[in-house]
């Protein structure tokens, strides 16, 4: 199998790709220590032209745990990017810079761009909103961690799907394991685009288009709450039209099963109301802290410093033989 260099799209992985990163994340949750120098030596950069807390952070977080070094920038505006710079140029420089790069940018597929002048891997921290592929692996390892399996779940999926990069890849990656349904909840502005329920048709996966979370809600596995995404809208109007369409609150969990979980990328707005937070089935919080082992993970494949790792206890079983 060729070198997997960049992730740009979830579609960049398969099964056998997130089975490894399942494997790794939950190694490093046994035994952290473990992993605590692997990236001694490297240098991940974070190229972020749009906010973030958790994608930046916990990648940073990731690398440093790892023994390794961050540097980077957080908005475009103290970057040359102020000055007209490409972002081509930009990452032409930093790929002199680190040893791997991760890029947030508003406009789709300029992660893409950079990848293809980069002389180093390239993660799409999100594009737009086209996709979030680290948001997946996020939200893969949550699932795992919580059910043990990413198969025969009913996933609902409410709020901003037309816009929502992570449900995009999220819907991508869980649509290649059997018995997985899906529960579209939006308003008929915001669903899901075309290409994805394409997607669903060709793979034979069961979908439904609903505008109720009430009567959707007792159904679900995994209920997916999502902002309404106000810096994608056109036309401030219709994005005041549709804000607070979808409220998850205590009463409505009374409709939930006992053991589903709610997930959220976040950051949220008023989507769930801060008294669902005490509800055990809360599993937003618990989502950002997978995210540090799924980009632990991530950075491990894409450096490949396991094989190191393996290089390593190979020379110390060899000199333990020779000392013996
Ligand atoms: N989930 C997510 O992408 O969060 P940030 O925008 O804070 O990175």
């Known amino acids: 199998m060729p070198y997997q260099r960049d992730i740009l799209n979830i579609s960049d992985f398969d099964k056998a790709d997130f089975d490894y990163i399942l494997s790794v994340a939950g190694s490093i949750a046994e035994s952290p220590g473990r992993y605590s120098?692997?990236?001694?030596?490297?240098?991940?950069?974070?190229?972020?032209?749009e906010p973030s807390t958790r994608t930046r952070l916990s990648f940073e977080s990731a690398m440093l745990r790892m023994g390794g070094q961050v540097l980077g920038f957080s908005e475009a505006g103290v970057s040359s990017t102020a000055k007209g710079e490409t972002p081509e140029d930009t990452a032409r420089t930093v790929s002199g810079?680190?040893?791997?790069?991760?890029?947030?940018h508003p406009t789709p597929l300029v992660p893409h761009r950079m990848a293809e002048?980069?002389?180093?891997?390239v993660i799409n921290a999100g594009d737009g909103s086209n996709e979030h592929p680290t948001q997946t692996l996020t939200d893969l390892v949550t699932i795992h961690r919580r059910f043990g399996?990413?198969?025969?779940?009913?996933?609902?999926?409410?709020?901003d799907l037309k816009h929502g990069r992570t449900v995009h890849s999220l819907v991508k990656a869980l649509s290649l394991y059997p018995g997985n349904r899906f529960l579209l909840i939006a308003p008929d502005a915001l669903q899901m685009p075309g290409d994805v329920l394409e997607l669903l048709d060709e793979r034979q996966v069961s979908y439904a288009l609903t505008d109720q979370l009430e009567s959707s809600i007792g159904q679900v596995d995994i209920l997916y709450m999502t902002r309404i995404q106000r810096e994608r809208f056109q036309n401030p109007t219709e994005y005041r039209r549709l804000k607070g369409v979808y409220i998850l609150d205590a009463e409505k969990m009374k409709s939930?099963?006992?053991?589903?979980?709610?997930?959220?990328?976040?950051?949220?707005v008023d989507e769930?109301?801060?008294?669902?937070?005490?509800?055990?089935?809360a599993w937003y919080i618990i989502q950002t802290r997978c995210g540090v082992l799924a980009r632990m993970a991530l950075i491990i494949k894409l450096l490949k410093l396991n094989d190191f790792m393996g290089e390593r206890?190979?020379?110390?079983?060899?000199?333990?033989?020779h000392s013996a």
């Open 256 to 268: 939930a099963k006992e053991d589903m979980i709610v997930m959220h990328p976040l950051p949220r």
């Open 313 to 321: 206890s190979r020379h110390a079983c060899a000199a333990a033989h």
């Open 149 to 159: 399996r990413l198969d025969h779940l009913t996933l609902g999926l409410c709020g």
């Open 97 to 104: 810079y680190c040893d791997i790069m991760v890029v947030r």
């Open 272 to 281: 769930i109301s801060p008294e669902v937070d005490a509800d055990p089935r």
């Open 117 to 121: 002048v980069s002389s180093v891997p």
């Open 37 to 49: 120098e692997v990236a001694k030596g490297k240098l991940l950069a974070t190229l972020f032209f």
